[in-house]
C-alpha cells in the first residue's frame, strides 16, 4: 500500500470515526430530553470505588420531575451555583474572567471554577471526572448541545436528578429523603440551601450535619434565594 493510499485509508476511518461520535452525542442529548438518565459516569465510577475497598455498595437515586420537586431546590442551586442560570447561554464569561483572575493570584492553591449549571450538567451526564483541557473541550461541546437541544427546565430537571449530594448518593430528591426524611417538594428554604451548601463535596460534608462553614454558606444561598422566582 503505498503513502497516498493509506492516507485516504486513514482519512476515511476519521471521517467515520466523527460522524458516529457526532450521531451518538446528538443523538444522546434528544433522547435525554424526554428520557429519565439512568445512570452517569461518576455513578459508575463511585460504586467501582466502593466495590475495589470493600465498602458497602450504595447508590441512592430517586428521579422526580421538576413539576413534582417544588420551587426551593431550583432557588437554592441557582443562588449558590449559577445565579446567572436564566440569563446565559450556558457559559458565564464574567465569572470566568474572574475565576482566571482569582486563579492567576493565588498560584500554588486550589484552583477556582467558573462552571455554570448547564456546564455541570453536561459533565456529570455525558463525560468523566477529571480535570484535563480535552474533557473540558468535550464539555463545552456537550454545553452548547444542551443549551441548543433543551430548555432550561430541563436543563434544571436533570442537573438536579444526577448531582452527587453525598456518599452514593445522587440529586436532590434522593438527598432530601436522605438527610431530612421528606421529598424534595417539602423541603424548607433552609433545608435546601443547605443542600446546595455541601455541593463542591459532598462527600466531606452533611447537610444534616452541617459544620459551622456550612451553616454560614447555607444563610448566603438563602439570603440570594429570596431575589429567585425560579420554579415559582
Same mark, same amino acid.
Given at each position: ?120 450538567? #453536561?459533565?456529570?451526564? =455525558?463525560?468523566? *471526572? &477529571?480535570?484535563?483541557?480535552?474533557? +473540558? ?7 452548547? @448541545? ?29 438527598? #432530601?429523603?436522605?438527610? =431530612?426524611?421528606? *421529598? &424534595?417538594?417539602?423541603?424548607?428554604? +433552609? ?7 455541601? @455541593? ?33
Amino acid at each position: 500500500m503505498d503513502k497516498h493510499s493509506a492516507f485516504q485509508r486513514i482519512k476515511r476511518i476519521l471521517i467515520r470515526m466523527l460522524l458516529w461520535f457526532f450521531g451518538l452525542s446528538i443523538g444522546s442529548v434528544l433522547l435525554f430530553r424526554f428520557v429519565p438518565v439512568p445512570f452517569t459516569p461518576l455513578m459508575l465510577i463511585r460504586v467501582a470505588e466502593q466495590v475495589f475497598s470493600d465498602d458497602k455498595v450504595r447508590l441512592m437515586k430517586d428521579w422526580t420531575s421538576l413539576e413534582k420537586m417544588g420551587a426551593q431546590m431550583p432557588r437554592a442551586v441557582i443562588a449558590s451555583e449559577d445565579q446567572k442560570f436564566e440569563e446565559h447561554l450556558g457559559f458565564d464569561f464574567e465569572a470566568i474572567k474572574k475565576a482566571n483572575r482569582y486563579n492567576e493570584r493565588h498560584k500554588g492553591k486550589k484552583v477556582k471554577g467558573a462552571s455554570t449549571i448547564s456546564q455541570q450538567t #453536561a459533565k456529570n451526564v =455525558f463525560l468523566w *471526572p &477529571a480535570r484535563s483541557w480535552v474533557r +473540558k473541550g468535550f464539555e463545552v461541546y456537550f454545553t452548547f @448541545l444542551i443549551e441548543v437541544c433543551w430548555s432550561k427546565e430541563r436543563i434544571m430537571e436533570v442537573y438536579l436528578n444526577v448531582i452527587e449530594t453525598g456518599n452514593g448518593i445522587y440529586g436532590a430528591p434522593a438527598a #432530601a429523603r436522605y438527610y =431530612f426524611h421528606k *421529598p &424534595a417538594a417539602a423541603l424548607s428554604m +433552609k433545608e435546601a440551601a443547605l443542600i446546595a451548601a455541601v @455541593l463542591p463535596n459532598p462527600r466531606k460534608w452533611s447537610p444534616s450535619r452541617p459544620t459551622p462553614y456550612i451553616q454560614r454558606k447555607a444563610s448566603r444561598i438563602t439570603r440570594f434565594m429570596q431575589g429567585v422566582d425560579f420554579g415559582e
